[in-house]
Structure formats: C-alpha cells, structure tokens
C-alpha cells in the first residue's frame, strides 16, 4: 500500500439488524445502527456491518 494510503474501513458480518458500534481501539461515543436493508455503514468510523444471508428476520 503506497504511504499515506488509507486503510479499507473494518467490515463485520452480523445477525442483527442493530448493532453498537463504539469505534474499537480508536474510540467514538457509541451508536446504534439500524441496518434497514443488506448493510450500514457507521458514520463516525466508516465501520461496514453486513447483515448475514437469512438473519435479521426475527422478531427482533
């Protein structure tokens, strides 16, 4: 990766449709997404959460 590259944002696969995110080691107030369709993207990290194939349909 050539210097003063950015890095790809961190990418999770989840089962539910909310999730916390809190920035991990670099730190921000922590928010919860709500993933309306396949995925969220945090707006404070650029953190991807990716909902898993079939989950998210509960009752949840």
């Known amino acids: 990766m050539p210097d ?3 890095l790809p944002p961190e990418t999770f696969h989840v089962d539910d449709r909310t ?3 809190d920035g991990g080691p670099l730190g ?3 928010v919860f997404l709500h993933i309306e369709e ?3 993207v945090c707006p404070y990290c650029s953190r991807v959460y ?3 194939e079939g989950a ?3 009752g949840h």
Do not use: D, K
Request: charged letters at 10%.
């Open 4 to 6: 003063g590259a950015a």
């Open 19 to 21: 999730v916390a995110c």
């Open 28 to 30: 921000h107030p922590r």
């Open 38 to 40: 396949h995925e969220v």
């Open 50 to 52: 990716i909902l898993n």
């Open 56 to 58: 998210g349909h509960g």
